[in-house]
Each structure stands twice: as structure tokens, then as C-alpha cells.
């Protein structure tokens, strides 16, 4: 993921030049104004505010924050379905079919739960999902695993 995040700072050498400038500036003014007991304090505060900001601006720029997030959902999810081990299911996780996968699968005795998992920036309106085409889109690939699932 974070290659993704190497490849648009190395492409994007000026934005990056002029921020680490105007980090650098910033760092300069605070080195003036500040009283010395607290001076190094901020600027060091500064200069990683300013290099976490720039990862920031490359995850957002290329998206891979996104996969980020969606991974660290798969991994909550993975971490919540093990409480169904002491009810005696069994748990698989990339459940791969002929030309689909499940995220997630539990078998039971009497059940089997197909589980996909999405991530979204933004809140679903699970009260009217036909108004809302990212929740559809979501509830369309659960149905598709669920449905491809049973036939195993």
C-alpha cells in the first residue's frame, strides 16, 4: 500500500519541495518568536506535523488510505467473528470460489453466514438502502457471495 504513497511523492518532487520550504519556513519563525525553553519542543512538533501531513496528502492522493481502512475492516471483522468459535462455528477468512470470494465465512451446525465486508468514509442510510447506490452496491456482493456460498 504505501508504495503507492512512495511513487506520488517521487512524482510529485516540487509539492513536495515547497512544503518541506514552507514547513522549514515555519520551523524558522517559530525558532525567532518562541522563548527558548520551549523552542525545540514546537519546532520538532512542527517538522513532524509537516511530514505526517505529507503522508497524508500522498494516502489521500492516491487512495490507499482507503485500502488501508478496508483492511484494518477486515481484520476488526476477522477479530469480532472469533467470539462464534465458542459457539462451535468454524471461521474462514478469503473464502475463494470459482471466480468470486467471501470475505468471510461461518459454519455452524444448523448455519452458514457468508460476510462481506465494506468500508465507506461515509455514514449508510440503513434506514432507506434504496436511496443510498454505495449501500446497494455492498448489499448486491453479500447476496452474490451468500448465494454462491450455498452451493458448496
Same mark, same amino acid.
Given at each position: 500500500?504505501?508504495?503507492?504513497?512512495?511513487?506520488?511523492?517521487?512524482?510529485?518532487?516540487? *509539492?513536495?519541495?515547497?512544503?518541506?520550504?514552507?514547513?522549514?519556513?515555519?520551523?524558522?519563525?517559530?525558532?525567532?518568536?518562541?522563548?527558548?525553553?520551549?523552542?525545540?519542543? *514546537?519546532?520538532?512538533?512542527?517538522?513532524?506535523?509537516?511530514?505526517?501531513?505529507?503522508?497524508?496528502?500522498?494516502?489521500?492522493?492516491?487512495?490507499?488510505?482507503?485500502?488501508?481502512?478496508?483492511?484494518?475492516?477486515?481484520?476488526?471483522?476477522?477479530?469480532?467473528?472469533?467470539?462464534?468459535?465458542?459457539?462451535?462455528?468454524? *471461521?474462514?477468512?478469503?473464502?475463494?470460489?470459482?471466480g468470486f470470494d467471501v470475505d468471510h465465512v461461518a459454519i455452524g451446525a444448523e448455519h452458514v453466514f457468508a460476510i462481506? *465486508?465494506?468500508?465507506?468514509?461515509?455514514?449508510?442510510?440503513?434506514?432507506?438502502?434504496?436511496?443510498?447506490?454505495?449501500?446497494?452496491?455492498?448489499?448486491?456482493?453479500?447476496?452474490?457471495?451468500?448465494?454462491r456460498i450455498r452451493v458448496y
Amino acid at each position: 500500500m504505501h508504495e503507492a504513497q512512495f511513487t506520488f511523492l517521487r512524482m510529485n518532487v516540487r *509539492v513536495v519541495g515547497l512544503w518541506v520550504l514552507f514547513v522549514a519556513g515555519v520551523a524558522v519563525v517559530a525558532q525567532l518568536v518562541m522563548p527558548d525553553p520551549g523552542r525545540p519542543y *514546537v519546532v520538532g512538533g512542527l517538522i513532524a506535523a509537516g511530514a505526517l501531513m505529507l503522508w497524508f496528502l500522498a494516502g489521500a492522493a492516491t487512495g490507499s488510505w482507503n485500502c488501508w481502512m478496508g483492511a484494518l475492516a477486515e481484520q476488526h471483522t476477522h477479530d469480532d467473528l472469533k467470539a462464534l468459535r465458542r459457539r462451535g462455528f468454524a *471461521v474462514f477468512d478469503s473464502v475463494l470460489g470459482d471466480g468470486f470470494d467471501v470475505d468471510h465465512v461461518a459454519i455452524g451446525a444448523e448455519h452458514v453466514f457468508a460476510i462481506e *465486508v465494506k468500508w465507506s468514509t461515509r455514514r449508510w442510510d440503513v434506514e432507506r438502502p434504496e436511496r443510498d447506490p454505495t449501500l446497494q452496491t455492498a448489499l448486491y456482493a453479500a447476496r452474490r457471495g451468500a448465494k454462491r456460498i450455498r452451493v458448496y
